[in-house]
């Protein structure tokens, strides 16, 4: 992984302008002037509060973009929340968790975070398993939480997913290969 550049944009527009990647998600881009405005408006470096970092997930030769990450740094500073998008020729090949593992390792271990949230859509249950497997539980079921454009059609509920680690005597020790050991 590394940060998303402004050259990813023919790449990143090929996948999440496909209904079956958006069809998911609020970001539906209809040209390459809303890609650019899209990595322009991210942050340059991770841990501003009230910002968004964008990932680059590269094949494993490293030389192509199959997939991104983003993590929002809210305001609070101890809490982050989570979002991904992999091209749907890379779903399912292990791209997804092993980026999305390697972001929680950086978020506990090298930020110090308190919590990481992320939601998925109830149809989505490959989303669903990801998060899942990750170590992430299930919190709650919002309804109408989020609304896409246009504003005429329907609200799409989202489930909340959570994943906690405490610093302090009481917690366990937060371990890469036993995530499941730092839930409450």
Request: charged content about 25%.
């Amino acid at each position: 992984m590394r940060k998303l550049e402004i050259y990813d944009r023919e790449d990143l527009f090929k996948y999440r302008s496909l209904p079956e990647v958006y069809k998911y998600q609020s970001f539906m881009p209809d040209n390459i002037k809303q890609i650019d405005d899209f990595i322009n408006n991210n942050s340059r470096n991770p841990n501003i509060p009230n910002t968004w970092f964008q990932l680059a997930i590269l094949n494993k030769n490293g030389d192509m973009l199959v997939g991104d990450i983003g993590i929002h740094f809210l305001e609070d500073n101890d809490q982050v929340e989570v979002g991904y998008t992999l091209a749907p020729k890379y779903q399912e090949q292990g791209y997804a968790i092993e980026s999305l593992k390697a972001v929680i390792n950086y978020l506990f271990v090298d930020l110090k975070k308190h919590r990481i949230t992320a939601s998925a859509d109830p149809n989505n249950t490959n989303s669903i398993r990801l998060l899942e497997k990750v170590g992430m539980r299930k919190e709650g079921h919002f309804l109408k939480s989020f609304r896409k454009e246009p504003l005429s059609k329907r609200s799409v509920p989202y489930i909340n997913f959570l994943l906690s680690y405490f610093y302090n005597s009481y917690c366990c020790v937060y371990e890469p290969h036993n995530l499941q050991a730092c839930i409450y």
